[in-house]
């Protein structure tokens, strides 16, 4: 069966340090891959998306950045954060064909001080 | 685009009715529907999906409708138990678009 893993489960980074969130699928091959944030209480919003190694499109301006390194690793960085980066950030995968619900991680909870 | 709204930010029902939850959507052209659960400090967990040539489509305790012509989706939870506390998310796509839109959430708790 297909897993997903997201790490750290929690993070606490003051501003303007660097950020590297990871996400790895087990399980299936050629996933596509999704980066959402989530702010309290409100729905998701999608932040990146990859169909394939290498292939990453952005949704949103900001200052975070995705890459997918490799078929079923999926990161999320940024150079310098913000205050405004805190959340709740979630890795999701589905089959690369056709229209397949999308499977999450259980998310990492960034705090930015 | 797709835009995606719900009826209800906040639903209480007793413990053993029926629960629905409702979602309304803009675009037409979406054929592709999905619920979600989310329970408190954890990811969004698939519940059911519709594709937009049928209207209904049960699971286990839980049934889904879709009503094209008003563009309007609901979710149908059976004898509510306090595990179904949670905030639910509907969820849409149009055909090959790798991309989901969620609405907003509806909190669902369950009275004893």
């Known amino acids: 069966s297909q897993t997903i893993h997201q790490w750290p489960a929690t993070l606490v980074q003051p501003v303007g340090s660097p950020l590297s969130l990871e996400c790895t699928v087990e399980g299936t091959s050629n996933p596509n891959l999704y980066w959402y944030r989530q702010a309290a209480g409100r729905g998701l919003q999608l932040l990146f998306y990859s169909v394939g190694i290498g292939q990453i499109s952005s949704e949103v301006p900001q200052n975070l950045s995705a890459s997918r390194p490799q078929d079923r690793q999926f990161i999320l960085s940024s150079k310098k954060l913000l205050l405004s980066d805190s959340g709740f950030y979630l890795c999701a995968w589905s089959s690369g064909t056709g229209n397949q619900p999308q499977h999450f991680g259980d998310g990492t909870r960034l705090s930015i001080l | 685009g797709e835009s995606v709204g719900l009826h209800l930010p906040t639903l209480s029902v007793q413990e053993g009715d029926n629960s629905i939850i409702n979602c309304a959507y803009s675009n037409s052209a979406s054929d592709y529907f999905i619920w979600y659960k989310q329970e408190s400090g954890k990811g969004p967990q698939f519940i059911i999906d519709?594709?937009?040539?049928?209207d209904k489509r049960q699971g286990q305790r839980v049934t889904v409708l879709l009503n094209k012509t008003v563009k309007h989706l609901s979710l149908q939870i059976a004898a509510t138990q306090p595990g179904d506390s949670a905030v639910y998310f509907c969820a849409l796509a149009r055909e090959g678009a790798q991309k989901l839109v969620f609405g907003q959430g509806t909190r669902l708790t369950i009275n004893p």
């Open positions: 519709i594709r937009s040539n049928m």
